[in-house]
């Protein structure tokens, strides 16, 4: 056992704080939240000179070969200052979708690009019915006489950041029931393909996302990512790796959160002294640290098992620390807005941002019930 | 960063678990199984065993007995201990009194007393409470006076567990009612056997005998049996505060008694079917399991995190005991709740060790009295508040 981060990656931690504590304090953020494109495209080059946009592409792809570890590492700084750009949808979802089931020539092509901020992709997968099953796929992707070119049709929610993504990768059933484990293919299609009409939204954290209708789309054959029919393994790969990646955020998001309370109970006066003074406070702020640390304990946990080769054990690692990390998002942001009193409920004080970035979490890819059902139906 | 364990430490579990699944005596491990109460002389029994493989006391420094394993190592030994499951040496002997001796001990006393502790030929308890100074220990009361090369010591102690089995107990007194209340205190040992100590029973919500409060009466304890110097006890009894941060969690205790709560489940009707596949059951046990698998790795990050300034203790272990009684004390409520109608009958007899009952269901029979008697854990050396005062103070700066 080791918790110890090695040079590289305790230098990209240091370079990533300092950029984020200069350029991301909690005003910048709000112009760019309220703004159009609702986050920074400087921030976004920003990002891909220090190298996290190719963060964990294959070296030979045009990527730095980073792990999971370099991913949680970026998303709990990221969670610390609420960052609003698609990180999430480019480089961990559509990125991971790409780095596991593209061609080398898929990859060679666009992950350079992606690596330098030059293009950004979103993953259209979840449908409104499907709540949180992955599997539940309405969108067919059908083609005459197998073989020549596909046909997408079909409606795809929330997708996260589609609104200025240039690419996305749309799951479709290629054969087999709604809810089948089979019969999923991925394709990459150009997000002004004809056929495919947006609907660009606000998130209730500040981020963006799409509504995206696909009404015969057509792609070829090329525009496969993987095997047709064989998606949803990777499918739940990526998003596995996602989810250890969003616990992270979520505890970067709970420990400034944290942070900032302990920070105002030292500064709030009432009756003479500082509210921190009173124990009733003071046990409270203690509770909310012991649950970041177990947070925390779970979030590397998770970014530990993020790639296991055994899928069940990946699957069971993640759930728990979802399930887990959902709600102890959701109790440490209560308690924050409730030890800041009146000025927590604003929207003018940073922490109902954490509250709410942390609601979402706690919903995006399952939330807390959701995960520990998971984890309990298949524990033995 | 890595969180799996080594090679070395992979086969270091084998050869703990090959050792415990060998060396528990069976009635012994029967007894851990059912939750029932170990006698002195089973407890003796036990720690001769470990004693004679070098594990009595795996923490202490090499040179008195310690194995010099590293952090990991030691967490390991303590999780594979609980889960086999085997009885766990004396507290008092091997987390307290000894690291306290080896800290700051004499060299004299140090061979006196450290070998008899290690291998329980002297079995310590713990004057420390009284009826005016439970969280606020500092307050205590009871007197030491020197008289030429003996301290009379007079007053009362409470809480004193196995105070009727100890040979020996560790005390705090106070030598200068006058000094601010830390620094009056003075730590003696007090051999059991002196004349003028009175120990009273005192039986506990579990229906168990094990703790005592204690009346001393112009007991002689010689000043070679002081520790350190005259009025720095305080100083001497702190220490122990984070000390022992490879154990206070007791991750394994809690561990074993989910995986229990699940054996029992599969062979108990529910509804038509085994509680096991009840899924409101099944959540339960989910969530505890996963909030003791944080733990665990919470404890592994401040253990190697500790290892840093040598034998500095972390207020963050104050994390571990709190959040490591919560979850026996849940653990416990699992057993319980697993049992339904079955943990009602009460048998005091076989609570304390009895081999035989009346009851069908000897497997029920110490569920709620374990479970009554976990409440006590999250008082215990330190409250839960108390170490959330120590956190807020000296974590969170307020």
Redesign the interface.
Known sequence: MDFELTTDQQMLADGLGRLLAERYDFEHRKAELFGAPGWSREMWSRYAEMGLLGLPFAEADGGLGGGPVETMIVAEAFGRALVLEPYIPTVLLAGGLLRLAGTPAQRLELVPRIAEGRELLAFAHVERQARYDLADIATTAQRQDGRGDWTLDGAKSFVLHADTADKLIVSARVAGQRRDRSGLALFLVDSNAPGISRRAYVMQDGMRAADVTLCGVRVSDEALLGRAGHALPIIERVVDYTIAALCAEAVGAMTRAHELTVEYLKVRKQFGVPIGSFQALQHRAVDMLVMIEQARSLSMYATMMAEDADANARAQAVSAAKAYIGRAGKLVGEQAIQLHGGIGVTEECAIGHYYRRLTMIDILFGDSAHHLSVVAASAD | ??????DN?LAFREEVQQFFRTAVPPDIRRKCVLGQRLSKPELQRWTRILFEKGWATPAWAPQWGGTGWTA?QQYIFKEELHMAPAPEPLSFNVNMIGPVLIAFGTEEQKRQFLPSIASLDYWFCQGFSEPGAGSDLASLRTSACLEGDHYVVNGQKLWTSTAHHADWCFLLVRTDPSAKKQQGITYLLMDMRSPGITVRPIVTIDGHHETNEMFLENVRIPVANRIGEENRGWDYAKYLLGHERSGIARVGISKMRVRRA?ELARNIDAGGRPLSED?GF??R???L???L??????Q??LI??AAAPAGKPDP?SS?LK??GSQLQQAAAQLLLETAGYEAMEFDREFLRGAAETPSPHDWALTLAPNHYWARHVSIVGGSN?IQ??I??KT????
Do not use: P, Q
């Open positions: 960063m890595d969180l799996r364990f080594t430490e990991v699940k899924r099944r959540e046990v989910a969530l399991e996963i909030e698998k944080a733990l665990e790795i919470t592994m990050r190697s995190a963050k994390i709190m959040k508040e959330r005062n956190l807020a974590v969170l700066g307020l």
